[in-house]
């Protein structure tokens, strides 16, 4: 079983930018798709980007346009670049192998702590 190991996450000031990296430590080559989650406090873990084997992104409309997520086979890492970060970004973020109708394909590591203060 692939784990998971998330860093990155800090406190910065809106408008700020972090870079999240997750390390697996297996490998994610067989998985078309990895994606980045968030769970924001007092609420359910969401998918806010995804991006298969292929390089094919998507995003959450409230991530759209500030944050790029990447993948780099060859080191077994998936990256989340996030820019102009609001409070709302707040949150601890995952990665995981989404599948289908929400489901998720991995166990989920610790996650990393993102908190944006206004």
């Known amino acids: 079983q692939v784990q998971l190991v998330e860093s990155g996450g800090g406190s910065v000031q809106a408008g700020g930018s972090l870079r999240l990296s997750c390390v697996a430590f297996?490998?994610?080559?067989?998985?078309?798709?990895m994606g980045w989650y968030r769970q924001a406090p007092g609420k359910q873990r969401e998918l806010v980007a995804r991006?298969?084997?292929?390089?094919?992104?998507s995003y959450a409309d409230s991530v759209k346009g500030r944050f790029t997520i990447s993948r780099d086979d060859a080191k077994n890492t998936v990256y989340l670049q996030m820019n102009s970060l609001k409070p709302e970004d707040t949150g601890v973020y995952y990665c995981?192998?989404?599948?289908?109708?929400?489901?998720?394909?991995?166990?989920w590591g610790q996650g990393t702590q993102v908190t944006v203060s206004s």
């Open positions: 995981n192998a989404p599948g289908g109708l929400g489901s998720y394909l991995l166990s």
């Open positions: 991006v298969t084997r292929g390089g094919i992104t």
């Open positions: 297996g490998s994610i080559f067989g998985y078309n798709a």
